[in-house]
């Protein structure tokens, strides 16, 4: 018993690690509409060079879309990437290989396919995969293109849909309304929990996230429980 008192009192506190909520590097944006955003916010967070996402209703007229009242508006993704680390072809590789409802179907304006590019290269890049995508899917593809205009981000609830699903993770993240839209941890999570990334990219960056193992743990658990499932909505 003494033993372990003594043990108990020289033991020094553990090293809590900083979380990786702030990432202050340059990046840029990129916006597209490949259905229900929930699974799109899980498919880019957890794509290295992704820093930030948040999901949100663009591409339409109406003023202040919201979920119930999306107007003409389409739900999308929004992605801040480190174009030293991924380049917008490998995300429009991303965005033709993940639609949710695929790429020929009629659908609503809701889940409207669809690329809203922020500059002249976006858009000829875009322009070029398109022709191609379009040859491959016997001129039946529906995905529009288009300058990107006012971005309304979505209600808190549908931000990191999945990860807010862990509330005790969250709570222990110290994940309130103020970094959903902001944290790369955040945008990570959203992305491993539902088996995005999968085991050996996450034990590549867990030291970087700045996770306890207790949160590490936990989090390995869920990608062993959805590795290589479907992302369904
Ligand atoms: N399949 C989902 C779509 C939600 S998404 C945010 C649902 O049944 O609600 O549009």
């Not at 929930?38 to 820093?51: C, M, Q």
């Not at 322009?127 to 981000?153: H, N």
């Not at 309304?177 to 999570?189: F, I, N, P, V, Y």
Request: aromatic residues 10%; glycine residues 10%.
């Amino acid at each position: 018993m003494l033993k372990y008192f003594r043990n108990f009192a020289t033991m020094k506190p553990p090293v809590q690690a900083t979380l990786l909520h702030d990432v202050d590097i340059p990046t840029k944006k990129a916006t597209f509409g490949m259905g229900c955003f929930w699974s799109n916010d899980s498919l880019f967070g957890a794509t290295p060079g992704v820093i930030r996402t948040r999901v949100g209703y663009s591409g339409g007229t109406t003023k202040n879309p919201h979920y119930r009242g999306i107007g003409d508006h389409t739900e999308v993704i929004e992605v801040d990437y480190d174009p030293k680390t991924v380049t917008y072809e490998d995300l429009l590789d991303m965005f033709w290989a993940n639609h949710e409802y695929g790429l020929t179907t009629k659908l609503k304006r809701q889940y409207q396919s669809l690329i809203l590019y922020h500059d002249e290269e976006q858009r000829q890049l875009a322009e070029t995969s398109y022709k191609d995508m379009q040859i491959r899917c016997d001129g039946q593809l529906r995905t529009e293109i288009a300058p990107a205009g006012i971005f309304y981000a979505a209600e808190d609830y549908h931000q990191k849909y999945r990860l807010q699903g862990h509330k005790d993770l969250c709570r222990s993240l110290g994940l309130d309304s103020s970094k959903l839209q902001s944290s790369h941890l955040a945008a990570r999570l959203n992305g491993y929990l539902v088996g995005v990334g999968g085991i050996t990219q996450f034990e590549k960056e867990v030291a970087r996230l700045g996770l306890t193992e207790k949160q590490a743990e936990y989090v390995r658990r869920e990608i062993e429980r959805n590795e290589g499932g479907g992302l369904a909505c």
